[in-house]
């Protein structure tokens, strides 16, 4: 696989999350899923990132038009969502994010749902996706996240023992090296919290501690 990573030497890392919820977007309760990100992506990113953050009910075209904007015009490289992913009928954020999307990526959905059934068997229900929409200068990496802020470090953290050894690694492992593919900055990780993985011909040289 080849990157364009030429095209990324000069850009700041730019996040965008949105949180999916008719209730808390109206004001029922209080959103819990955005602040979670942010502060899982606090402990795990040692790369400064802008966030744009955006808080909406479960209506597919209002969905499309967020994950469009966010990739389009604030020019994120990586958007997560949370909430939205499961049966019921209001549940419509994969079909949203499928149809703003110029490739799927399975492979996360996938290790999500692995994640997941290690503490409910229900994990069969989710939904959750990954694309990447793609324009003529600019890429973003989708990611469909849980609705419940223990689940949502889980998903991108992955499980450990009580040793410290991983028992199922984190979706987030695989993030940075996406990133680089589609064009995107060169994301680094603390390892204490979520260890990124590149091939080695991909690594970059650490700079002075």
Request: glycine share 10%; hydrophobic share 40%.
């Amino acid at each position: 696989m080849t990157s364009n990573a030429a095209t990324s030497a000069d850009q700041s890392l730019r996040v965008g999350l949105v949180s999916v919820s008719d209730r808390a977007s109206g004001g029922v309760y209080q959103d819990q899923g955005i602040p979670a990100l942010q502060a899982w992506l606090a402990r795990a990113l040692t790369t400064p990132f802008e966030v744009e953050t955006r808080l909406i009910a479960d209506e597919q075209p209002r969905i499309e038009a967020t994950l469009t904007e966010l990739a389009d015009v604030a020019r994120c490289h990586l958007i997560l969502t949370t909430g939205g992913t499961g049966p019921a009928r209001r549940d419509v954020t994969p079909e949203a994010t499928k149809a703003v999307g110029t490739k799927e990526m399975p492979g996360f959905g996938e290790q999500m749902r692995q994640i997941s059934l290690h503490f409910v068997p229900t994990a069969i229900l989710s939904r959750q996706t990954a694309v990447i929409r793609e324009s003529a200068d600019h890429a973003a990496l989708i990611l469909n996240l849980p609705g419940q802020p223990k689940a949502i470090a889980e998903t991108l953290g992955g499980l450990k023992d009580a040793d410290g050894a991983t028992l199922v690694g984190g979706i987030f492992a695989a993030v940075p090296y996406c990133v680089d593919l589609i064009g995107g900055p060169y994301m680094e990780t603390d390892p204490a919290v979520c260890q990124a993985f590149r091939p080695k011909s991909a690594l970059r040289p650490q700079g002075p501690v």
